[in-house]
């Protein structure tokens, strides 16, 4: 049938939880990940960024998790809270012959409740 | 505050008429992105620089689009002659190349009419 557009996973989480969002990569050889969070009429914005030598990663309020074994990445936001609402992108570093390049995975909608 | 500008934010123009997007990347970021982001194809990469040069811009339909960085201080994105199905937001990136972050501008809302 006609694609009406991307369906955009949701995650809908009541204020204070805990936030797991899951991103899938394509690439093994990536070797640089980041986490970018997007708020209606901006620009996505960087959260955390985790590179492949490191599983875990921790910032404020936030951890990114890197599984290589099965090209998985997460990333934790600890007592959420209604400014987190935006859509979350993970994106992976791919290693080309000429350099590198930035790709982006579709996007999780976060929406917390008050 | 260092940050990336872009200009226009918003620009409604009609089937076939030329567009130039511009971007002023953070001084000192020696790569630049250019994203189109639509509620269809998400987040797409249609080209980028280090060092002003192009390296690659192989998700940019040639036949209408063109990028250059005349200096390291303007990125330009051009469109002609435009058609109703490139409207979406274009965003331009600086960053310090490979593994690190990009930092992204508040984007050009382009609609073609």
């Known amino acids: 049938g006609e694609s009406v557009g991307l369906h955009l996973p949701t995650l809908s989480v009541q204020e204070g939880d805990n936030s797991i969002i899951n991103c899938a990569y394509s690439n093994s050889a990536s070797d640089y990940f980041i986490w970018y969070k997007q708020e209606s009429g901006k620009g996505p914005q960087f959260i955390i960024d985790?590179?492949?030598?490191?599983d875990k990663r921790q910032g404020q309020r936030v951890t990114v998790l890197l599984n290589k074994t099965v090209k998985h990445l997460s990333l934790q936001i600890a007592a959420t809270q209604p400014g987190d609402s935006a859509v979350y992108f993970c994106?992976?570093?791919?290693?080309?012959?000429?350099?590198?390049?930035?790709?982006f995975g579709a996007g999780t909608i976060l929406r917390v409740k008050s | 505050d260092a940050r990336v500008t872009q200009t226009p934010r918003h620009k409604v123009t009609e089937m076939g008429q030329e567009v130039t997007m511009r971007c002023q990347p953070i001084l000192g970021h020696n790569t630049v992105f250019w994203y189109r982001q639509t509620m269809m194809q998400g987040l797409e990469l249609l080209a980028y620089f280090r060092n002003r040069a192009p390296l690659d811009d192989s998700g940019m339909p040639k036949d209408r689009f063109s990028a250059e960085m005349p200096d390291a201080t303007l990125a330009t994105l051009k469109i002609q002659p435009s058609e109703p199905r490139d409207s979406a937001v274009y965003f331009c990136?600086?960053?310090?190349?490979?593994?690190?972050?990009?930092?992204f501008g508040q984007g050009t809302r382009l609609t073609v009419v």
């Open positions: 985790i590179r492949s030598n490191m």
């Open positions: 990136a600086s960053g310090w190349g490979a593994n690190s972050e990009a930092f």
């Open positions: 994106a992976e570093n791919l290693d080309m012959e000429y350099g590198n390049k930035l790709v």
